[in-house]
């Protein structure tokens, strides 16, 4: 699975820190330990939240965090190679004040669950599509659920899509 990579990713970067420094200090054998719980940790609640769907419905609507969740591991994924490239990290979070800082976040936040979910969307689409035969899916009822749906996840991935582009916007504009 492609998504391993991002469970793996914050384990291999400590042990190539460790590795390539000339002089291996303890205190970097500790972020070794730190970020193999990390990419534990990530690995099981992605199984949970993976999983989740098959129970009932209180706990069912933990699938819902899977995608954002996944996203999330993606920005972070991103955020690893642009420091190994030596690329500076991508700031979403400028403010100033605490308040400014906080609404940020929450900006995050709902960018991740609107975007991630948008994306759920659309596998679950295609899922309640794949048992019909081809010819069924040119019934216009049928038309009109697909039109329906995609353009509600596309509406939700645009919405997402223009939070992230306003918060990289806004701190562009404090740093340069």
């Known amino acids: 699975m492609p998504v391993h990579a991002m469970f793996s990713a914050p384990w291999g970067y400590a042990l190539g820190i460790y590795i ?70 991508i700031t979403l979070i400028s403010g100033y004040t605490p308040q400014h800082r906080y609404w940020q976040r929450s900006l995050v936040l709902f960018a991740l669950v609107l975007g991630g979910n948008a994306i759920f969307g659309l596998f679950l689409l295609a899922r309640i599509l794949s048992p019909l035969s081809p010819s069924k899916l040119f019934d216009p009822e049928i038309l009109w659920f697909i039109f329906n749906r995609s353009l509600l996840n596309l509406f939700f991935g645009v919405l997402a899509w223009g939070i992230y582009r306003y918060l990289r916007h806004s701190a562009r504009r404090r740093y340069f």
Do not use: T
């Open 20 to 89: 390539s420094s000339n002089s291996r200090l303890n205190r970097d054998k500790k972020f070794i330990f730190r970020a193999w719980l990390n990419s534990v940790i990530c690995h099981a609640l992605v199984n949970v939240l993976s999983s989740a769907w098959r129970y009932s419905l209180p706990l069912g609507f933990l699938s819902y965090g899977l995608f954002p969740f996944l996203l999330w591991m993606f920005w972070r994924l991103e955020q690893l190679l642009r420091k190994v490239q030596g690329k500076a990290a």
